[in-house]
Structures are given as structure tokens and as C-alpha cells.
């Protein structure tokens, strides 16, 4: 089916890797787009709004929503994902994550998220949701041989990625595969290279965690001498496939990233989460070493949320917080009135060190993780790329003035002004109807049912 549709406001990208916005006439034949052409063409189904493409969310465990709030506030005092998730996923069926996966599927749209890469166990069962959905997603099973909860299906994990990435009605629904190998400190020398071998020979990406906690940072100078993240680089397994994830990288050093190639490799902010089970990503420095960013939600039960967008409200502006946490404040929280003048002078450093635009936000939730699959072009409005694009109501509330919507579109609430909806070349739904087709979908309704049920004996 070949679509020609066009609006006054269309979110493109810039020859210098940037966005604008103009007018511009899409044509779309199936699942991609083919071309792209400034102006409005006559002819073309005109419409009303702010055309954009989906958002990527570049790290997710969208199973682990059902989690959210389970062991409250103390679970998040120490290693909350051995502490309480390994015990929690250690019972979980395929059908759980079915149901689990298709909820926060669901949180995902409403919040025009159009693509996820998502890591989990029973990497088949979600792939399957991803697809029912509509939703495009890259999926990696996790793998893990020396410890954690996949350790027991680690074969069959392993199989679901090869299947994955062979079935045709997967990825004609633009559902693909990665490799998942979880954490340096769960994963061995052995598995790492079945992982880069399987990697080199069917060209699959890497979505890992790396250096996420303290005990893996020890654990790998422990083990092997090293950093996790220069573990992996000296061995040469990064370089093993066409492109890496690796998320978190809360206890990386200058040394380990400098040595990073920002072209394959793409490091993972996840800040809501950080923020909860650790503390934030030094971000600042990652883009001073001019290395990829590229921003997830993790998952619900660290987060809260699977709205990616809304993750970069923090990522502009989580770098302030140091203030607080400078000499100069803790000088003046004392009593010393001569040090409000260095505590401004701390502000206004850290503003220059980590100004970024409304544009370079948009990216890390756009273009930027959705080319590091080969197979899945995502989050731009290109020819070659998935039709998978959002129409917003600029005289939304959420969208007043107006004026910059690039700004709007980065730093604003926007959930609320989606009218529409495209996955794949299908629209979700008629204008302004978007809301009520995701809440009203079957894939949904039938989750409800199963997820509720299941739900039950986690919460005892």
C-alpha cells in the first residue's frame, strides 16, 4: 500500500546530525518509508499537527513493570537487582512475561514510544508481544552461565535468539534480535566467546550490562585484574559485532571509555533508574569524550515509568544537582555567607559543562539508538527507515506557545497531544483517537486478564 502524507511541521534531521522543522510530503509503501520531499505536495493527505518520528527506548525489561513497588524503599539500600529481582524472576513463566511485557507495551504507546530494546528472560515470549502489539523492538534474551536466574535456561535462551533473528514474520512485524549477554560478573569467559562467535557469524548486535553495580566493578578486578568495561575491550568481544550497548557504565573510568569507538558503541543512560538503585551516569563526561548517549527507561519497577521521553527533563538538567553535593555548599549550608558566591560560580561551570540542546536531547531517544541495529532503522523521518512516526496536537496545551516545538517536543509533557499513531506504515488508530485504541486493543484486553492472575503471588 503506498501512502503519500505531508504536514507544515515535520521533525527532520539536519546534515549535521541535528533536527528542523518544516513542511515535508513522506511517501510510505509498507513498513518504510521511501521518500521524503520538502513542501506539501498536492495531493498528499495533509495533516494537522507536529509529525515526529516514534521514540526509541534505547534499554527496557518491560516484563519487570508487574514488579513496581515490591519490597519498597529498602530494597533499593543495596544491590536491588540480586537482592530481590533474581529471587522474583527466579519462579517466572513465559506466559507471565507475556502478559507482563504486553502492559508495559501498552504504557510504552501511549507515550509514543515506537521501538524498544528490550532484555529479558523468555526473550521468545516477549519478542511474540512486541509483534502482536505493533510495537518494533529489538530483542536480546539474557544470558547469563555463572549466576542469576538464567543461568537454568541459558541453551534455550540462546536458541530464542537465533530464532528471533531468523523468523521472517518477525522481523516483517520489525522484531529483531540481539545478543543479551547480562553482566561481566554473571557471564564467563566461555559464554563470551559463544556470544562473540554467534555474533561475528550472524551479524547481531550486543545489549549488555556493563559495570552496573560495586560487586561487579570488584568482581572483575577480582577475577580478572581489570575494569569490566576494559575486560571486555582487551579480549576484543565488542569487537565481534557490527555494534554494542552497554548500559549503566556507572563505574567506568576515563580509561575505559576513551578506548570506545562512538561509531559501534553506544552507551546507555537510564537516569530515573540510576537515580533510584544507584546514582546518576557521568554523562558529562561520556559526551566530553564525544561517545554516544543514548537514553532508556529500564525497567518499571526502578523507574516508574516507561515514558523515555520524559527521561530527558533529567538529562538536561540532572548535572545541577552537583551543586548541592560541592564543598562551596556544604561551606555555606554552615553558616559561611562568603560562600554563596562560589556556590554560584559551581552553577553556572556546571551549566556551561553540560548545556545540550533541545535537538541533542531528541537524538538520544531518536536517531541515535535507533541505527544501532542493522536491520531495525528507526527514529528518523528518511527513506529506508521504519514508518514509525507520532502526530502531536500543537494547540495542545502541553504544546503552549508553541513557539519551539523542538523544545516542546524534548523538554514538555507531551504524552497528552498525541493524536496519532504510525508502526510500520499502519496507523493505530483515526485523529485524535489514540488513547482509546491502545487501551481498547485485544493484545491488551488479553493481558489484562493473564497479568492480573499471575500478579497476585508477587505481591504476597
Do not use: K
Not at 407 to 432: F, N
Amino acid at each position: 500500500m503506498h501512502q503519500v502524507i505531508a504536514s507544515q511541521a515535520v521533525v527532520l534531521p539536519t546534515d549535521d546530525g541535528g533536527l528542523t522543522v518544516g513542511p515535508a510530503t513522506l511517501h510510505v509503501d509498507g513498513p518504510l518509508l521511501t521518500a521524503v520531499e520538502p513542501g506539501v505536495a498536492p495531493g498528499a493527505d495533509v495533516l494537522p499537527g507536529l509529525l515526529a518520528p516514534a521514540f526509541v527506548n534505547a534499554h527496557t525489561h518491560l516484563s519487570m513493570s508487574a514488579f513496581r513497588g515490591i519490597g519498597g524503599l529498602a530494597a533499593m539500600r543495596g544491590n536491588v537487582v540480586e537482592d530481590l529481582y533474581y529471587r522474583l524472576e527466579s519462579s517466572l513463566t513465559a506466559e507471565e512475561v507475556s502478559a507482563f511485557s504486553r502492559m508495559a507495551i501498552g504504557e510504552s504507546l501511549l507515550a509514543g514510544v515506537g521501538t524498544v530494546w528490550d532484555h529479558y528472560y523468555f526473550g521468545r515470549a516477549v519478542a511474540d508481544a512486541c509483534a502482536a502489539s505493533g510495537i518494533t523492538a529489538v530483542v536480546a534474551p539474557t544470558l547469563q552461565d555463572l549466576s542469576g536466574p538464567g543461568v537454568r535456561m541459558l541453551d534455550a535462551q540462546l536458541d530464542a535468539t537465533l530464532e528471533i533473528a531468523a523468523d521472517a514474520g518477525l522481523r516483517e512485524a520489525g522484531v529483531v534480535a540481539a545478543l543479551g549477554p547480562h553482566a561481566t560478573d554473571t557471564v564467563s569467559a566461555d559464554l563470551w566467546r559463544r556470544v562473540a562467535d554467534v555474533a561475528a557469524t550472524h551479524a547481531l548486535p550486543l545489549h549488555l550490562h556493563a559495570a552496573q553495580s560495586i560487586e561487579e566493578y570488584d568482581r572483575a578486578r577480582e577475577r580478572h585484574g581489570t575494569t569490566p568495561i576494559r575486560w571486555l575491550r582487551g579480549e576484543g568481544w565488542l569487537d565481534a559485532a557490527p555494534s554494542a550497548l552497554l548500559v549503566h557504565a556507572l563505574y567506568a573510568d576515563r580509561a575505559d571509555l576513551e578506548g570506545l569507538d562512538p561509531a559501534r558503541v553506544a552507551l546507555g543512560f537510564c537516569p530515573a533508574s540510576q537515580i533510584q538503585y544507584c546514582f546518576p551516569a557521568y554523562t558529562r563526561g561520556w559526551r566530553a569524550l564525544g561517545q554516544r548517549v543514548v537514553i532508556g527507561t529500564d525497567c518499571g519497577a526502578c523507574n516508574d515509568g516507561m515514558n523515555v521521553q520524559q527521561e530527558l527533563r533529567m538529562t538536561a538538567s540532572g548535572p545541577l544537582f552537583g551543586v548541592v553535593a560541592d564543598p562551596a555548599f556544604t561551606d555555606f549550608w554552615r553558616g559561611d555567607a562568603a560562600a554563596a558566591q562560589r556556590v554560584s560560580a559551581r552553577r553556572t561551570a556546571l551549566l556551561a559543562e553540560s548545556e545540550v540542546t533541545p535537538a541533542e536531547l531528541l537524538q538520544m531517544v531518536l536517531e541515535r539508538p535507533g541505527t544501532l541495529h542493522p536491520g531495525l532503522p528507526v527514529g528518523a523521518i528518511r527513506p529506508g527507515y521504519r514508518a514509525n512516526l507520532v502526530l502531536y496536537d500543537l494547540e495542545h496545551p502541553c504544546f503552549w506557545p508553541g513557539s519551539d516545538p523542538l523544545r516542546a517536543l524534548a523538554l514538555q509533557d507531551v504524552a497528552p497531544a498525541i493524536r496519532r499513531m504510525m508502526l510500520s506504515g499502519a496507523w493505530m488508530s483515526d485523529h485524535g483517537e489514540h488513547q482509546r485504541a491502545v487501551l481498547t486493543s485485544d493484545w491488551l484486553a488479553d493481558a489484562r486478564s493473564v497479568a492480573r492472575a499471575h500478579l497476585a503471588r508477587f505481591l504476597d
